[in-house]
């Protein structure tokens, strides 16, 4: 079964960065478009940022351009989220997962940014 292992989470002050990380196993991880979510609490998961499967093309959502970079080590089957100038709205529980989801859900990674 695919594996999705997300890391790199901790607790930031506002303005600070986290660099996230997502292992994949049990997928020929070079196929697919990949994705970051997030889930605040209360709210639904939302999509932030996918990139396509050669890595060349990244979209992100509107309230975090220009502060998140989206990345990827197909060789390693590793995905990365660079996450700068936080703000107290991007605390959340972060996931992996391809685009759109089909995999199965790993356990997240959670940021969380002091004002």
């Known amino acids: 079964q695919v594996q999705l292992v997300e890391s790199g989470g901790g607790l930031v002050q506002y303005g600070g960065s986290l660099r996230l990380s997502c292992a994949a196993s049990r997928i020929i991880f070079s196929r697919y478009r990949m994705g970051w979510y997030r889930q605040a609490p209360g709210n639904p998961r939302e999509l932030v940022a996918t990139i396509s499967s050669g890595g060349t093309e990244t979209h992100y959502v509107e309230s975090v351009k220009g502060r998140f970079t989206i990345s990827r080590d197909n060789a390693k089957n590793t995905m990365y989220l660079q996450m700068n100038s936080l703000k107290a709205e991007d605390t959340a529980v972060y996931y992996c997962?391809?685009?759109?989801?089909?995999?199965?859900w790993g356990q997240g990674t959670q940021g969380t940014v002091s004002s």
């Open positions: 997962n391809a685009d759109p989801s089909w995999a199965p």
